[in-house]
């Protein structure tokens, strides 16, 4: 599942891409994929001009010009894919093509390729004629046309917790967020959406080995001390992540044609067997919070 670096990036991207575009159409084939009554869609998307293109957690929010909004979450295999007018006109190579196009999310051809294909759900026609494609395989994502006005009220926005990279997430707001479920371990409580915002399998296990934490040890157990080295950690992390690309190893495409990077600059993530760069000690992956997790045995003592 794309997490809030690879979010943060396909906002950066589409912010620079779709602001002044006017919709022209809307297509779907998957009614789960785009849940939205047709007289709304005729009524407040078509024709509507995109004012902003935000994030919050893991969902998009594309702001019109109708006063309603679409809320996209990509949820495990969602794709948005920016496709210029030029890049349907015959590009004269594929290296052009990549250089024109935007896309970010679940990493598969789809990214890469000519578009509609068989995962592609919604499709929205711009006056301007570039399209911007939401691919889904397995189905789960959505966008979801709301009054805007509405959207900090539905349930996931009055759920989600602080956005980790905010200013105002000092490590006092760190220490106070974890201790809602003191007894859970470090790593549940790192995944919990409701706790912090946007935090997923990959960051959890980056930052918890640059604080030399073990993921299963209860919050109450770590020390004030190592707290503040996990936030710190987690903050610095995800900043990289953003500056990298992302953590997608393959296929994905931002605004410039460069694929994500961060992977490559992994201390544990899918390091499996593969020496600590600490202090050289194996890495393992064990199970923790019902997720495979990358530790150093030395590093991360219990």
């Not at 495990?76 to 290296?95: C, D, I, N, R, Y």
């Amino acid at each position: 599942m794309p997490e809030l670096p690879e979010i943060e990036i396909i906002k950066q991207g589409l912010s620079k891409l779709l602001p002044g575009r006017i919709i022209a159409d809307v297509w779907h084939d998957w009614q789960k994929s785009f849940p939205n009554a047709p007289a709304d869609v005729a009524r407040f998307l078509v024709d509507a001009k995109i004012i902003s293109v935000k994030r919050r957690a893991k969902v998009l929010i594309i702001e019109l010009s109708s006063g309603y909004s679409l809320v996209i979450h990509l949820k495990m295999t969602g794709q948005l894919v920016f496709v210029p007018k030029t890049s349907e006109q015959k590009a004269k190579s594929q290296k052009q093509k990549a250089e024109k196009k935007f896309g970010g999310g679940h990493p598969t051809d789809s990214l890469i390729n000519d578009l509609p294909d068989k995962s592609t759900r919604v499709v929205i026609d711009f006056t301007d004629e570039p399209k911007l494609y939401f691919n889904d395989q397995r189905k789960f994502g959505w966008m979801r046309l709301l009054p805007t006005v509405e959207v900090p009220q539905i349930d996931f926005m009055k759920k989600v917790g602080p956005e980790p990279l905010e200013d105002d997430f000092t490590v006092g707001v760190f220490i106070e967020r974890l201790n809602r479920r003191k007894s859970s371990s470090i790593k549940a409580v790192l995944l919990d959406q409701t706790v912090l915002a946007g935090v997923g399998n990959i960051y959890a296990d980056e930052s918890l080995f640059a604080a030399k934490i073990h993921p299963a040890t209860p919050v109450f157990k770590v020390s004030k001390a190592k707290l503040v080295m996990l936030h710190n950690a987690l903050r610095q992390i995800l900043r990289t992540a953003i500056d990298k690309g992302g953590s997608t190893d393959r296929n994905y495409v931002d605004a410039k044609g460069k694929k994500g990077s961060y992977l490559s600059f992994a201390q544990v993530f899918r390091r499996e067997g593969q020496p600590c760069p600490r202090c050289g000690t194996e890495i393992i992956k064990i199970r923790v919070a019902n997720r495979g997790t990358h530790i150093c045995p030395k590093c991360q003592e219990r």
